[in-house]
């Protein structure tokens, strides 16, 4: 055959495989729905294998479900009061990095991470909305350490203690939740994952 048939072969070749698989992907059915997993903005997140339900969303994403009202139902005592212990949690964490910042300026990891608890806050506030609970007032007031390296030390301290009131307290309380549960454990992990480490480092 000659060399220039041999060309002609292969490139009419390239393009019948190149053909095909674009006609696949194509006409593949997508799996991907929204979730109800936050960040720390309370926004659902793109998942490709959870579908937005009226249990599990939150915020805009509650907009996806058909006949989805505001408030979504009532919350049980244990339910409530775990949501009003993590976000009063919340409040103590930015109290305290803030005083940190108005005492030894704006330092690295206290000022990213203050940002990062009014997130966490917002997000936990979008619960209460969804339900039609009051939010409880932020009153908390903290006094700063003496040293850049002591507060390091109460960040550190703080992150270890945050995660473990999620994981052994407030997840356990809200399990029939699942868009409780999901925020819950966002945060839990941002604090030992994130938090944690950024402090450490710090100390």
Known sequence: MAMGSKLVLVGATTLLIGGLVGFRLANQPSS???DDQTGGNGKGQMNQNQSVTRENCLADDCLLVDGMEYPAGTL???VKEALDEAILDEYKARATYEAVIASFGSNRPFSMIVGAESQHIASLEAIYDKYGESVP??????TAPKTLEEACQIGVDAEIANAALYQDT??????DYPDITAVFTSLMNASSEKHLPAFERCN
């Open 32 to 34: 991907m729905t929204f």
């Open 76 to 78: 049980p005592t244990e």
């Open 137 to 142: 007032a932020d009153t908390i007031s903290v």
């Open 170 to 175: 407030l997840i356990p309380a809200v399990v």
